[in-house]
């Protein structure tokens, strides 16, 4: 399965810790070993409790070698959502380390999910002479949770083969030498950081320097260690840049080559920034979905200036704009768009999910024939460019960090003097995004609200609860009669928010 991909070197920015290529194979047998006396089987799923460290790569490739389907996990999540997910998926096993708080792996045992310390994989393990790696290529590799952590679980399945053409059609749309040095600072829990930032280049045989995601200490230091570490690629989202480009130095060595910037809309001011600051044309707006295994199409194209919206010409992939997003009937007479006309983003890629795990209602709304529809809005000009002109999805971009809002709704609705809710993105200076509810209260005193706060504080990941509060009588509605996220935004523009310091001053 993996006898024709040879891995690069693997290394930690802050601690200096290092694995070579040969090293990393061993490593990765010895866990493979390990995992299987344990009684890790092919098709059985394992969560991995961190990211962003040589340990969640090695076992990464133990597991895959087994034949085992891995599940990152975002540590930061509370008992409530990390149980949710686990009786969605069943772990088997749950991989864990220091980083990892005791409530999640106590709230995983009580589930009857058996923990494993990441450092045990290769402790006592002695790679077996007649090892083989257990996968095939229409096996069950990875599971992405993009939203349902608190109500229903929306878990992206892709395959080895899903996977594999992913990243050969990345090299074979943009080459592999600009690679040789790549920097991660997204977190490895999402499509972006994981398969197109860490694996693409590392599977490949270039070098991956792996980083704590989104640190403010590193992103002002950005260009030295640029300098330091001979990178020659990073990929990055919008939000990362306020930092550096305030705090950070640019860099001076010369060995960068390519900057990617993806998972939010990238303005034509900032790429303009990014571009003088680095000192290098090839600043790449990429785009990419979870459900497509990330980057599908990007700037890879000669003689462009940064515009809003631009994008480029797709990556081992094809894009068509629509009329409609009904999946029934996507490509009935007449329902391709003409030139320049703005409409639905399809997309079809050999690197399509498998589907959404366990919801195969869910996955006929948005696929249909091998096709995917994105809840994009775009256009393809004259030159066959794309350009993204609208997003219809709801999720909250909050400092790169992805926010779905049902998640949100759903713990709000759980607290019983809730009545309705609705949580959804407001501007912020820092994160580019925050996230922001109206509720509907039976009761409307101080007392309920510290309530709700310490309700949300329990179920709810600290990055995800709501930084401003709008307590109204009712949700209002859209023309159509219901309850719009971007109607709810505009109606609460005009309000004043509770004052959540004050509120929670007065109850200490």
Known sequence: MFADLTCGALSELESGRSCSSQEIA?????????????????????????????EFFVDLLAAWNVGASVVPVDNRLTPFEVENL??????????????VPTALGDALVALGVE?????????????????????????????????GTTGVPKGVVHTHRSLRARW?????????????RTLCLLPTHFGHGLICNSLFPWLFGQDLIIAPPFSPYLLMRLGPIVDEQKITFLSSVPSMWGLSLKGSKPPQGNTLQRIHCGSAPLSAHLWGQIQQWSGIRAVYNAYGITETGSWVAGTSIEDFEPEDGLVGVPWGAVIKILKNADPQTPFADGAECRVAETGYVWI????LMQGYYGQPELTDQVISGGWFVTGD?????????????????????????????ADV??????????????????ADPAYGQNVAMAVVLSRQDDATLRQLHGWLKEHLAEFKIPQRWYVVDELPQNS??????????EFCASLKPVDLVGLLRRGS
């Open 26 to 54: 061993m490593r990765v047998a010895a866990g493979a070993a390990r995992l299987r006396a344990r009684g890790l089987q092919r098709g059985d799923r394992l969560f991995i409790l961190y990211g962003n460290n040589l």
């Open 86 to 99: 686990a009786r969605t998926v069943t772990p088997k096993f749950a991989l864990t380390d220091a980083t």
């Open 115 to 147: 923990l494993l310390g990441s450092s045990d994989l290769a402790a006592d393990a002695v790679p077996s002479a007649n090892a083989f790696c257990a996968a095939r290529l229409d096996d069950e590799a990875l599971i992405l949770f993009t939203s």
């Open 168 to 180: 050969l059609c990345l090299r074979q749309s943009l080459g592999i030498d600009c690679f040789r």
């Open 348 to 351: 079809n890629t050999p690197a």
């Open 377 to 405: 809005m775009g256009l393809i000009d004259d030159r066959g460019r794309f350009y993204l002109k609208g997003r219809e999805r709801d999720e909250i971009n909050k400092g790169g960090a992805k926010v779905y809002p």
């Open 409 to 426: 709704d759903a713990v709000v609705e759980r607290f019983e003097p809730a009545t309705a809710v609705c949580t959804f993105a407001i």
């Open 480 to 489: 159509r009669g219901k309850v719009s996220r971007a109607t709810v935004q």
